[in-house]
């Protein structure tokens, strides 16, 4: 508890990372379906044949992610993942596009096994009420925490151009996209290729994310031991649990939460 009476919650650590939980069940399930193929026989005189292995080992899977607290997107591809593998290889799916597929999901979302965060673009309500924010505030120093392809920073920057602007991108394809924004525009900002949980928030004066539900404790927790008195954090559509923000305001639908650092 702050001298403000903000709850700040613990740092969990008590979970591993989804990727190594979604790597457990999908192991788990092979295992727990070999073993009722191999006991099969014994109870009912026949072999098990490969549908049925299939079924066994999705669900046991999806069962083993539910038990491991994963949620319920993991819980699906858990499900779906041995059988679609199975049935693009019955179609002769040629292992190049599955390759190609995989390739371009690491450039568009490498990094979020260990932040957590999707590629996310903030919304040009949102964008614009930011820019309000920074007229009413008048920041030295903005973060664009997970800054993607700079979308934000870039709108900043023309209307802005007074303050310094900096990003942090982990994706290589946003990284670059951003990078290449920055280059070619005018008023131009600071992208860095660097993992959100290592970037020191003490010198800026507002630090804007547009992250996912998980992160967001950690980041309450990072902000409060980084950030400056006085200094605002902003969050897109996401929330800190247990944490009410000083000021939330309406953007197209949705919200930016707004905490000032005690």
Known sequence: MTSTGVTVPPRNTAHSPPWSRVLVSLCGGVFLATLIAAAWPLWYGQTLNALAWLALQAASSAAIAAALGLAWWWLLC????????ALGLAVGFA?????????????????????RVPLYLSSTAAIAE????????????????????ARVLSALSRSHPEVVL?????????????????FLQRTRFGIRWQNLWTV??????????????????????????????????????????????????????????????P
């Open 200 to 261: 020191d928030l003490s010198a800026y004066d507002m630090v804007y994310a547009y992250l996912s539900p998980a992160p967001m404790p950690r980041l309450w927790d990072k902000a409060i031991r980084e950030m400056r008195r006085g200094s605002l954090l902003i969050s897109f559509q996401f929330c800190v649990p247990d944490v009410p923000p000083d000021q939330i305001v309406e953007a197209g639908g949705k919200k930016l939460f707004v905490w000032r650092m």
């Open 130 to 149: 930011l820019g309000r924010l920074v007229c009413a505030h008048r920041p030295r120093r903005v973060l664009d925490l997970g800054c993607g392809t």
């Open 95 to 115: 292992p190049a596009w599955a390759a190609l597929c995989l390739a371009g999901l690491l450039l568009a979302f490498g990094g979020t096994q260990s932040t």
């Open 166 to 182: 900096e990003g942090v991108e982990r994706a290589p394809l946003p990284f670059l996209v951003a990078s290449a924004r920055s």
């Open 78 to 85: 858990c499900l779906l993942f041995l059988p679609g593998l």
